[in-house]
């Protein structure tokens, strides 16, 4: 009799469980970006997936869509432009690579969760209004991690991982690779390495 009342007990709990997880799956949303311009040779390296072992590349052009595991690849001379909600553009440059670690979109609550990884060559974000306070955009490099909530910022990363953070509007929040915590101000800029070390830039 205690067993049966146990597995009840255990049964009662997995389709608790099972209940809130599905409405959490219908809550957050992946966060979709748009391509709105592009120039020359850009194109979307996608992940492995079920039924495919290998990277995949596809050209992007206007009305592209990019998804969260993706990472774009700008040839020479070349760059694109991409559109979030809330306002969030990001201009790539060329002989770049970005990778769209996160990108998610609470329905609820109205905020987004993106992470960004810069590995080479040049990135400016304009974030055209304030974020929602519970959103969170980073976008990190070999050698730091900027956080922002409404600002316009721009990251160059040299093949070493020097990586040059420049504010041009609002603030940036940064922790350098020793952990270190910065804030920048518009005007602000520094250089920093991947061993931790940073200069500020006059």
Known sequence: MRLGSLALLLGL???TLLIFGSIETLRIAPLIAKVVEVKGDVVAV????????QTLERPLKVGSLVLAGTTVKTGKDSFVVLNWVDDVEMRIGPETQLK???S?????TKAIDA????????????LKRKLNPR?????????ITAAVRGT??????KPNGETILQV???TVAVKTAKGQELQLTAGGAIVARPDGDVSFVK
């Open 135 to 143: 959103s969170r955009l980073e976008l990190e490099t070999p050698a």
């Open 13 to 15: 709990v997995a389709l």
């Open 115 to 126: 992470l960004f990884r810069l590995n080479l060559g040049a990135v400016f974000v304009n």
């Open 168 to 170: 041009k509007r609002g």
């Open 46 to 53: 996608l992940p492995p997936k079920a039924g495919r072992k």
């Open 104 to 108: 998610s979109f609470n329905k609820a």
């Open 100 to 102: 769209v670690t996160r």
């Open 152 to 157: 316009a910022y721009e990251v160059e990363v």
